[in-house]
């Protein structure tokens, strides 16, 4: 079997005296998803039980294909309940005679038996997501092979942690599934080192150590290596304090048998720890005896200072925060609850791609190294003892509080500790976060009006009476938004953000979730299984794939604000700005912008481009950003705007159409052709031919019946149809107006105020013009349908925003631009996970290409803010509220003056905000001048 020997090395260069003692760590099992090592391993039951053979550590054995899977809403009585034996024969060091050997394990679900060479390890350890470890140094045999035995019980023989951890809205699992290594420390050692390093430079260090050391020395290095001030440390003595001359430490302990010492010193202008500039060090701790380092222990640190201020909000180095944040699982599909390094520092790269500074832990503390990961790229957390509805009794909850305490307590990109989630909170244990924690962070119990915070999960935008835009708490929900499938998460965001922003009682909050939790099963072809509507709440699919919330949360949570602009001709390049960072000034940011004519989809767009000097705009205030266009910048197309990090990353890209959609369509409608059109009445239609082209439209009801060109017919008909609309065209006839042949309804207010008029050019292209009335006062959505049998379609070219879909409340997120897109039938949140998806409404259309099977087709428009409308979205199967599946119209093809919005997993679209209520429309008098005006331009020539 595979055995791994690591010496463990801190993150930056550091040369230690030849007799230091470090940690040293010995693998037993591999570090990850992406590095494991087989162990002899048996299931009780379920899937491939009952034999010995092998198993990957750390895994959970679902996804190796042992036991049952469950998700966490299956009845009781239903779980599997399946044991894992484990066996695995390693070899201790020889010179690790006289240390001390801890087996450490970082997960097990869920209660874990030890044996070692036969023997009892100590206690079953009971509870999944926290660092346990065993004293094993009298049961191994050092320089000769030992065998270790571990059976893990899925279903815990303690209620009470499974109603914490296994009771729950996500997948449930067994086994081994983070890492598992032995650790040697020298006799007298570091014990435990508690962190409190200020933003003033005030740094407090309370050490535990074994053994009779007699001086600790403390000093502090930067990435570079270079230290930090001088070092400091202090002589460890009986008495009860002592400060140690020229070095501003101080010394308190009880007695050297209590062997706990408290370290204080004061730093000069450190470099300071936040989600924007993540500065760290490395904190090395010297424990002596007669003058030899005995042991060393190395911590990543930050200064930092969190402050809640009643009534008002949290404060991060004296810098109101407002968090935007998002839940995330420690989970992939493959692995399940295994994880790895790559995987944390994929899914926080992505939280920073879309602008997020925060992020929960839900519902369990998480791997270290997803924190060493916030850490090192700057991410506030919110780390969580476990629980869901369900909490821990108090002797075991307290012992898994101080295990997470003990592991997590020191990261500085820790700012909250959260009691459990929605009810899950045992208040017997909240004393225990204080006096473990040196920091003092503040407490919260998600869902809960606690500790002057209120979090209430997924309020409706006008909610409460009182207790939000009127109250007096600090306004922090630690789930909103709760996407599911297509729903929720960008659709709202922009209403809640605004209020958010504008609130100064309001700390932000934390979206409901990152990923969609789709695991593979193993006993089912390695389908990916959401179990239905409930793991699908992700912004980015299960292996990462960016859905359009995504692009809508970048936008809306860039902390470069961008005030809406036009581009008239009396535009001067000037945009109104304002710094929403905390930390950063602008003129650390670097900006960019781009004029495109915008050609094809296909081909190379000319461009003119050039960078613009930042401007010098503080935290929190407002300037403007002066971009020198050149002279003949109205000749293009669009602008587009690029703000970058001052880490380089973009931040987004904002885009400003230039010409507008009548430029287009005086250039591409072609109206001039060899003759006049030619008309021909029958009982029931009108026969048109123009340059090839021949049309039929209904006498009665003015609707398109059939298109014919050189090729043969163009399946595109039964059109345009009202909705929400009344299809009330009477009264038909056609003249001529010099070679345009015109088909036209007549107007009367009561009958048929709504207007059809077609005009057919000798050049063969249509154009449609409707004047109408929405039906309601109230209405989902506004404009006309066509039939285009959805078989027949191949892909669409078209001009506006993209590529990807839009709702009446997710309007951000897409750029300005000729987009093509291939068919797909793509859902939302269910495999393939493939996006952009095809079907639904597009904003701000100029014009589009259908592409079919025999036939090709082209509609352009002359107006501003039309939508396009690709077919239906397949409805997936919502929850019983059916909030996401907004209504589309009826036909195949439409082009609307207004779309749907669509809701959240447990909120209606309307709740959402003012851009999720229906349109309103009032007109008391049907006047044309005041109808809704479609106008469209239909080349069918397949050219």
């Known amino acids: 079997m595979k055995r791994s020997f690591i010496l463990f090395l801190c993150l930056f260069p550091i040369f230690f005296a030849a007799t230091a003692q470090q940690t040293e760590k010995l693998y037993l099992s591999g570090t990850g998803n992406d590095h494991t090592v087989n162990w002899d391993f048996f299931c009780t039951a379920g899937a491939n039980s009952g034999k010995w053979t092998t198993i990957p550590v750390p895994s959970n ?199 706990h010492v408290i370290l204080n010193h004061q730093f000069e202008n450190p470099a300071l720890w936040s989600s924007e500039f993540p500065n760290l060090y490395q904190a090395v701790f010297s424990l002596f005896k007669n003058g030899k380092v005995i042991h060393q222990l190395s911590k990543n640190i930050g200064f930092r200072t969190i402050l809640v201020k009643e009534r008002d909000g949290v404060y991060v180095n004296g810098v109101k925060i407002k968090f935007k944040g998002v839940n995330r699982h420690s989970f992939y599909p493959s692995s399940g609850r295994t994880t790895s390094k790559k995987i944390s520092i994929a899914d926080v790269e992505l939280m920073k791609e879309m602008n997020m500074n925060a992020v929960r ?159 593979v099963r193993t006993d089912k072809n390695g389908e990916l299984d959401t ?50 960072y905390a930390f950063t000034n602008l003129n650390q940011c670097s900006f960019e912008w781009k004029l495109k004519n915008l050609k094809s989809a296909t081909e190379e767009h000319t461009f003119k481009a050039g960078k613009i000097e930042s401007p010098d705009i503080k935290p929190f205030e407002k300037g403007r950003l002066k971009v020198n266009l050149p002279s003949d910048w109205r000749s293009f197309d669009a602008l587009y705007l690029t703000a970058k990090a001052p880490d380089g990353k973009e931040l987004f890209t904002w885009s400003f159409p230039i010409t507008l959609p009548k430029d287009d369509a005086d250039r591409i409608v072609v109206k001039q052709g060899p003759s006049a059109a030619k008309i021909k009445e029958t009982a029931t239609n009108y026969e048109v031919t123009a340059n090839g082209i021949s049309i039929s439209f209904n006498k009665n009801t003015g609707l398109l019946t059939e298109v014919k060109n050189a090729k043969g017919i163009i399946p595109f008909a039964n059109g345009p149809v009202l909705q929400e609309g009344e299809n009330n065209f009477k009264g038909f006839s056609y003249k001529l107006e010099g070679q345009n042949l015109v088909i036209s309804s007549t107007f009367d207010k009561k009958e048929s105020f709504n207007t059809l008029e077609w005009t057919i050019y000798p050049s063969g292209w249509i154009k449609m013009q409707v004047k109408y009335f929405p039906s309601a006062y109230f209405t989902t959505f506004v404009g006309l349908n066509f039939s285009y049998p959805e078989s027949e379609i191949k892909s669409v070219n078209y001009k506006g925003k993209g590529p990807y879909r839009v709702w009446k409340n997710r309007m951000k997120g897409n750029q300005f631009g000729i987009w093509n897109k291939d068919y797909n039938n793509s859902a939302t949140g269910e495999a393939p996970w493939e996006y952009p998806e095809f079907k639904g409404y597009y904003a701000n259309l100029y014009w589009c290409e259908f592409i079919g099977a025999a036939q090709r087709f082209k509609v352009v428009t002359d107006q501003e803010d039309i939508f396009l409308r690709l077919f239906t979205p397949k409805k997936s199967k919502d929850t019983e509220y059916d909030n996401i599946s907004p209504t589309f119209p ?31 429309y009032y007109d008391y008098d049907k006047t044309p001048m005041r109808a809704l005006d479609m106008t469209l331009y239909f080349d069918f020539s397949g050219q």
Request: charged share 25%; with cysteine; aromatic share 12%.
């Open 890 to 920: 009826n036909g195949d093809i439409s082009f609307m003056n207004g779309i749907s919005a669509i809701g959240t997993k447990t909120q209606k679209p309307e709740t959402t905000g003012p851009m999720g209520m229906k349109h309103v």
């Open 361 to 519: 832990m839900s519902h369990y503390p998480p791997d270290g190294h997803f924190l060493d990961v916030c850490d090192s790229l700057g991410l506030f957390v919110m780390d969580e003892l476990a629980g869901w509805h369900g909490h821990y009794d108090t002797p075991t909850g307290t012992k898994l509080l101080k295990e997470m305490m003990l592991n997590d307590e020191n990261h500085p990109s820790i700012v909250f500790w959260a009691n459990g989630n929605e009810g899950g909170h045992n208040r017997e244990l909240d004393h225990l976060f204080a006096e473990e924690d040196i920091q003092k962070r503040p407490l919260i119990h998600p869902w809960e009006i606690f500790g002057g915070f209120e979090t209430t999960h997924y309020r409706e935008f006008n909610y409460g009476i009182g207790n939000y835009d009127h109250g007096h708490q600090i306004l922090m929900p630690t789930e909103f938004l709760h996407g599911l499938f297509d729903g929720g998460h960008g659709a709202g965001l922009e209403d809640y953000w605004n209020a958010m922003w504008n609130n100064p009682l309001s700390a932000g909050g934390f979206l409901w979730d990152f990923a969609d939790q789709a695991v």
């Open 531 to 580: 179990d239905g509507n409930h793991g699908p709440d992700g912004i980015v699919g299960p292996y990462h794939e960016k859905e359009g919330s995504f692009y809508t949360i970048k936008e809306v949570w860039s902390p470069i604000f961008v005030e809406r602009t036009e581009m008239t001709a009396g535009f001067d390049g000037s945009f109104k700005l304002e710094n929403r």
């Open 61 to 259: 054995w679902e996804l190796q294909g042992f036991g049952k899977y469950d998700y966490g809403f299956v009845k009781e009585v239903n779980k599997g309940k399946e044991q894992g034996l484990y066996k695995y024969s390693f070899k201790v060091p020889a010179d690790w005679n006289n240390r001390k050997i801890n087996l450490v394990f970082e997960g097990s679900m869920t209660d874990t038996e030890v044996k070692i060479n036969g023997q009892s390890a100590g206690a079953i350890h009971q509870g999944s997501f926290y660092v346990f470890r065993y004293d094993i140094s009298k049961l191994v045999k050092t320089g000769s092979d030992n065998l270790l035995e571990v059976t893990v019980s899925k279903h815990s023989a303690n209620q009470t942690v499974n109603e914490a951890e296994r009771k729950a809205d996500f997948w449930i699992f067994g086994g081994i599934f983070r890492p598992v290594y032995l650790e040697a420390l020298p006799l007298i050692h570091i014990d435990r080192v508690q962190i409190d390093a200020k933003a003033d430079g005030v740094f407090s260090a309370n050490l535990q150590f074994a053994g009779d050391a007699d001086k600790v020395e403390v000093e502090l290095l930067a990435k570079d290596g270079k230290r930090l001030g001088k070092k400091f440390g202090t002589d460890l003595v009986k008495t009860t304090s002592k400060a140690t001359a020229g070095n501003q430490s101080t010394l308190n302990t009880q007695s050297s048998l209590n062997h």
